[in-house]
C-alpha cells in the first residue's frame, strides 16, 4: 500500500482545513487508516483512525470533537476534516494504513500501521 497526504497549508486560528490521503493497492479498503501528526520537538500523536468497513471512528482526547475522519473506498481515499483549528494543531499530519487486513480493533499506537505517507505541514496562525 503506498499513501499521500496533501492538502496541507496556512490557515488562521479558528479556521477549517480537509486533508486528503490517496492510496494505492487493493487492500487499501480492508485495511484501517490512521491520521497522526508530529509538531517540532514533540513526539508523533494520533490523530485519528477509522474501520476499513462501517466508518467507526476514533479520535485523540486533544482532537475529539474538532475533527473527522471519512474515507471512500471507491477511490482509495481517506480525509480528515479539521475544524476550529488552534495554534497547537500546528504539525506534519501523516496518514497510515493498518498493516493487518479486516482488523476490528482501531489502534491508537504507530506500530499497528506498517504503511505510511510522506506527511503534509499544517499551520494554524494566530
Known amino acids: 500500500v503506498q499513501l499521500q497526504a496533501y492538502g496541507g497549508g496556512l490557515v488562521q486560528a479558528g479556521g477549517s482545513l480537509s486533508l486528503s490521503c490517496a492510496g494505492s493497492?487493493?487492500?487499501?479498503?480492508?485495511?484501517?487508516m490512521g491520521w497522526f501528526r508530529q509538531a517540532p520537538g514533540k513526539e508523533r500523536e494520533f490523530v485519528g483512525a477509522?474501520?476499513?468497513?462501517?466508518?467507526?471512528?476514533s479520535y485523540g482526547n486533544s482532537v475529539k470533537g474538532r475533527f473527522t475522519i471519512s474515507r471512500d473506498n471507491a477511490k482509495n481515499m481517506v480525509y480528515l476534516h479539521m475544524n476550529s483549528l488552534k495554534r497547537e494543531d500546528t504539525a506534519v499530519y501523516y496518514c497510515?494504513?493498518?498493516?493487518?487486513?479486516?482488523?476490528?480493533?482501531?489502534?491508537?499506537?504507530?506500530?499497528?500501521?506498517?504503511?505510511w505517507g510522506q506527511g503534509t505541514q499544517v499551520t494554524v496562525s494566530s
Open positions: 497510515a494504513a493498518d498493516g493487518r487486513l479486516m482488523s476490528w480493533a482501531l489502534p491508537t499506537t504507530e506500530r499497528a500501521y506498517h504503511y
Open positions: 493497492g487493493r487492500s487499501f479498503s480492508s485495511r484501517v
Open positions: 477509522i474501520s476499513w468497513n462501517d466508518g467507526s471512528t
